[in-house]
């Protein structure tokens, strides 16, 4: 049997704590004595979180909510677990709630030739999903522009192409952006570029370009290294680079 673990914790910043698991990432963020997990690993990652909150200093009490950027598995596998363990109230974009619910079958990405064989392997390293899931009791529904009690404010951002209810969280107070998989590190070279698996992918690069204009100074993505300094401006020349490339495909 898989077992989910922590393959990763780094310590981006005094308030940011990034958790890596076999595929995907999370973030504690800390404001004083209360935190906030943005993500939530995939199944059985509920105990693995409470780990890491504990070496923090912290108790899974002390997270008093599970902000999740779109439904996906490796992100929203394991919010409901998580969230017995401390309490923490459970927030996605109003058109991801219903998956994340278990309402409503999943959409399944409609992939490039070239992202086939990584989906493969992404599906393989990720455990498999229990057949009776621990889902989240209640999910609170965003919306764009709401502004979540943390960090000084956080705003959502709606960044849909990835999934409908894909969201990326601005701390402007901070300059710290969370894309979720709207935008993502390249594991080879650490490029940042579009994020894989999209339902809807021009959507997702008007939505990566979205998320590039806002003025992030760390930028905390799904999969891959954050950016931590100067995010904007790696964003934007991203943004350009895929501009330029997309003028040279032939029609
Ligand atoms: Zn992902
Ligand atoms: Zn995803």
Avoid at 92 to 116: C, I, K, Q, S
Avoid at 231 to 246: C, G, H, T
Wanted: aromatic share 6%.
């Amino acid at each position: 049997m898989t077992t989910t673990t922590l393959t990763d914790i780094i310590d981006l910043t005094p308030r940011l704590r990034l958790l890596r698991f076999t595929v995907g990432q999370a973030y504690l963020w800390r404001d004083g004595a209360e935190l906030t997990l943005v993500d939530a690993g995939p199944a059985g990652a509920g105990q693995p979180i409470a780990d890491a909150v504990r070496d923090w200093g912290h108790a899974p009490e002390d997270v008093r909510r599970i902000v999740l950027t779109h439904f996906h598995e490796d992100h929203a596998g394991g919010a409901g677990e998580f969230a017995r363990l401390g309490g923490a109230e459970v927030y996605a974009h109003r058109l991801d709630a219903p998956f994340v619910r278990g309402e409503a079958t999943e959409p399944e990405p409609v992939l490039e030739d070239w992202e086939r064989p990584f989906f493969a392997q992404a599906q393989a390293q990720l455990p498999p999903r229990p057949a009776h899931p621990v889902l989240p009791s209640s999910v609170k529904e965003l919306a764009d522009g709401d502004v979540l009690d943390f960090g000084g404010g956080a705003r959502v951002v709606a960044a849909p192409g990835h999934t409908d209810g894909s969201i990326g969280l601005e701390l402007p107070q901070h300059g710290v952006l969370f894309t979720g998989d709207a935008v993502a590190a390249s594991p080879v070279d650490g490029q940042v570029m579009l994020g894989v698996f999209n339902l809807h992918r021009e959507q997702a690069v008007a939505s990566f370009r979205r998320l590039a204009a806002l003025d992030s100074e760390v930028a905390c993505f799904g999969h891959g290294d954050p950016v931590t300094d100067g995010a904007a401006a790696v964003l934007r020349a991203a943004a350009v680079l895929r501009a330029a490339a997309a003028a040279c495909e032939p029609a």
